[in-house]
């Protein structure tokens, strides 16, 4: 059974085989690749982008998706063994996720950090259970640890832009935000850019450092493609004459309250895209609040591709898909 | 770009070709029209009739749907420039909207007025935005001013049963309801009949005036139509010898509390319906209130078009799709 | 009209059928025999298993599903004749019911019991509404008094595990649960099991007695098929050499509290496995919640069909929606 839930399921090859099907297909499409295929899509948090963008493809493939929605004051799930179930989760991965895949072809699975113990939240216990108990493959729609999906629109719109991403010099920003976020998207952008072979660098505020375990992984995977990894707290520093600005809010890296998200002067605005090398790009895995995480000047401005890196996310899925379920090619 | 989101989008000349090509149309099925197709649905207000009928026109077409509900506790969209986006509105509509635009050929849109302000409403601020910004057509499911497909169908049921709709006297009376309600389906009413060449009866308590610029719209229809519109506090008056008692119920004329919405008087029932020419029909937009706002005796009379008038929601809006994205003819 | 709400509209002859046609087409896909249609799929209350196995027959057979969810804040549904309708029911059924069948080939409906009066849920006010005003197949997707696709699925299961039903010990018995749940479940696997010609044994505490105009048509369709139907309150007794064990926790007989819901010495273990037939086999409709209703022992053992059960659901409505709707065949 081949599932799609993080990088490391693709590893470099995977994630260059998928960003050059996805490019080739965005300039012809390939039909009905997924003729008569349902995707089955479960979302524990809501969306919208990741909705639309995986029924397009569906819809544009020749299949169907299901559209179900766990958390929406239906029913929770348990995934803990052995317990007496009389509390609020009503239903046991152990019969839900085998009797899902009876019904369609693979299983599209989005669930967020709680946000109440990092550690735990890292582990990723619905991701895996879906990943132990499905008898189709699973794709993450973004999970606790990673957003893979989003991480590979990323660097298709690096690789589109530069027609390379080996040797690129690209840069990760924390940015402002109202309240802590998930690690998710900034994790699966330093997996994927670190697996494409860039030079990677992460800015951040002391305090916001990003878990132990991803950096290792990332630093694996940077080893094997000629890239690097760095880590910084100076974001001018990590800017200059980078390819990429991509700047993302992020929750504290100690678990409780930890440090203060509103550090306004880390939204990035126009003094920052100067730093770039010449033809640098603006990027953001979107939605983004104007004027607190990003500054508008950077948003309508010429240099931002955060449209075509949404764009980009069914690009990507397309490919992902045909590898797990296509009927074509 | 062609957008349909008011009546003057398409103007006398397109609400007649809409009409007829939906009446051939509903005589013989044009098959799949839509092929391939996919209209993205986004509510900002709950809907069942209007998702059912624009997703059995994809369905029908050889198309398909996307339906994303904006206002359902997921987010909601920023619309004003400049502003710092630390409150309840985490995306911007400059972002949503091209994104969204990037997945569908067309995008469908409901959002209804927020009742607090009946000017500010009246500038229809969210569907204005996705004017702007969508790359794709934009098509009214209703909004704050307007809910033109709804229009359409009143007028294609006219059309059906007189064989006609210039010259015909058409009566438009409120009715009572146990809140104030918002005014886009009277003005569609009022503003595809006038379009229609009717003669345009309108009948109201006093305090419940339509707005000015709904009103003068109108009159410039019926000006280049031949029809007519005339507004009167008398509904008996206005039924003698009408072809049509359309009855819906709407909010006052003022902002704040405004007129009583419970004035049981105005309530049509056989009576009023004994008024009307021996053809005579009554139409409804539905949900209605049995009894509040329209009697038992109309509804389950012979003279009721209301469930024919709902079918038509449906043949209208698969002319309306065909001309902004059809595959065909 | 020919609607599917209860195991009385298909009789023993139907259940017959259908099972067949379903067992046939699970060896043997039947390929697009419901190209084109649309299935109105209204839940007022929600569903996962229910939704995600109707839509798969639909996008299986070339059709489409609309899901209207009625109950999730919407507006409610008012069945009542003759009333003023000024409170929270917004519509009629005398008007959603036709206009939602202008738009679709056939309408699926979920709704639940409320609980506060056994015999008034026992009439089935929505569904009987449903059957009344609609003007194309209505089909059950369990109401308060039955679930009937859920005890087609149940049957399927037996008679694919032991190539017959006719004559074969069954046994439903009582389990507990963290609140009293609707007695749909337990009503249709003891009507469909009779209606197969099983001798099905109910077991239950006292107090937990099914109602009797239920046990009434059980026994006439077993004395129709030469099954039979007894009823004890010695669980263990119930299961002694039978071919299934059905377990499944319902609510008190009589209205209002009612007898104790966690009974704990009724919940199905090993040792009540080791009372059946050497070929027996578990089933349940799932959810269930492990080791308060069920132990793990039983549901992680090899004679669980619990999930081959639930992907029966499928196949079942597979072949009825081809009764009512198909295209092929």
Redesign the interface.
Known sequence: MQHFTSIQDLGPEGVARILNLAEAWKRSSPGKHLA?K?L?MVFFN????T???F??VM??GGG?A?V?E?GN???KL?DRD?????GDR???V???V???S???DALAVRTFAEGKDDAADHLDPVMSAFRTYATVPVISMESAREHPCQGLADLLTVQETFQKTKGLPVTLTWAPH?KPLPKAVPNSFLLTAAAAGCHVRVAHPKGFELRPEVRAEAEAFAAATGGSVEYTNDQNAALEGSAVLYAKAWGPATDGPGGEVRQESWMPGAAQMDLLDKDGIFLHC???????EVA?AI??GPRSR??DE??NR?HVQRALLHQLIGTKG
Do not use: C, I, Q
């Open positions: 008569d349902l089955g809501p969306s919208l982008r909705r639309a963008s029924e397009a819809a544009r169907s299901v179900l766990v004051g239906v029913w348990e052995g317990v007496v179930m009389d009503a239903e046991h152990k019969e839900a085998p009797v899902l009876r019904y369609v109202v979107l939605p983004t609040r104007r004027n607190l508008d948003l309508d955060v449209v949404a764009e069914f």
